[in-house]
């Protein structure tokens, strides 16, 4: 039987069922709070006001420790000096021993977790793993300082879009939130977990519409695509998806329903 164990910010709530079995995974909670609504795009004034009466939705930051076969993974690392490390501490996993960890993408609440306090390494024996476009983006093309900072205290490992990046985990391209935004299928036991990344950030909304887009996407469009495409495809697999914005677990199962989608 699968293990699925969420470990919150505030308490550690442990449990056990059947999931996606041959997998275990650990949901870890970086924060949880409340965003406006003014941050979504392509939502009349009236639909958020159905979904959001008081203008306010329920946000929170995730990442997942996930083992796969034998491999023990991290995926994302919240926000500079954040939760992370003592989420995993809490489970028995010490930041020494998270040897890889792979980014869907290199937004300040998916890498920042790289560094903590002291402006060192969070995760010192640690390999990191981003796409090829991704690191382009950021590192290439707009040198962004914090990145490139973060980046440089690790062995970093660039990939491109569908390759089997570790054994049991392949990239899946859905670029758009960020021009090299990946989601990852993770398969051990011939049991399957998506893990999203930012391909939803409000499921409350972009499950029924996700045309809905969000004012962090680089390019909306794309990312609304990219979202349709996910979606189909875990709806079409039955595979469950874990998202670090989707509601604590962190983990759904969707299937279409009109022109959107509906938690299972």
């Known amino acids: 039987m699968t293990k699925i164990i969420f470990a919150l910010a505030v308490s550690v709530l442990m449990a056990s069922c059947a999931f996606a079995g041959g997998l275990e995974v650990t949901t870890l909670v970086e924060t949880q709070g409340q965003s406006d609504?003014?941050?979504l795009l392509n939502a009349s004034d009236t639909l958020k006001a159905e979904y959001f009466p008081e203008g306010k939705m329920l946000?929170?930051?995730?990442?997942?420790?996930?083992?796969?076969?034998?491999?023990?993974?991290?995926?994302?690392?919240?926000?500079?000096?954040?939760?992370?490390?003592?989420?995993l501490a809490k489970n028995g996993v010490s930041p020494e021993n998270v040897k890889m960890i792979l980014l869907t993408h290199l937004h300040g609440d998916h890498y920042?977790?790289?560094?903590?306090?002291?402006?060192?390494?969070?995760?010192?024996?640690?390999?990191?793993?981003?796409s090829k476009p991704e690191y382009d983006y950021w590192v290439n093309e707009l040198k962004n300082e914090g990145v490139i900072s973060a980046l440089n205290m690790?062995?970093?490992?660039?990939?491109?879009?569908g390759d089997e990046v570790v054994a049991g985990v392949r990239a899946i391209d859905t670029a758009g939130h960020t021009p090299g935004h990946v989601s990852f299928l993770a398969e051990s036991g011939g049991e399957k977990i998506i893990i999203a990344g930012d391909i939803m950030h409000f499921q409350t909304i972009q499950l029924p519409h996700p045309d809905v887009a969000v004012k962090y996407d680089v390019d909306p469009v794309k990312a609304v695509q990219s979202r349709k495409f996910l979606l189909d495809y875990a709806a079409w697999k039955n595979i469950p998806v874990a998202g670090m914005h989707i509601m604590t677990p962190g983990i759904i199962s969707v299937t279409k329903s009109g022109e959107g989608y509906v938690k299972q």
């Open 154 to 161: 690790y062995r970093v490992n660039q990939f491109a879009f």
């Open 112 to 130: 920042g977790g790289l560094v903590n306090s002291e402006g060192k390494a969070s995760f010192p024996n640690a390999e990191v793993y981003v």
């Open 59 to 87: 946000s929170q930051i995730l990442a997942f420790w996930v083992k796969v076969g034998d491999n023990g993974i991290l995926f994302d690392t919240g926000l500079r000096a954040g939760n992370i490390p003592a989420e």
């Open 37 to 39: 609504t003014g941050l």
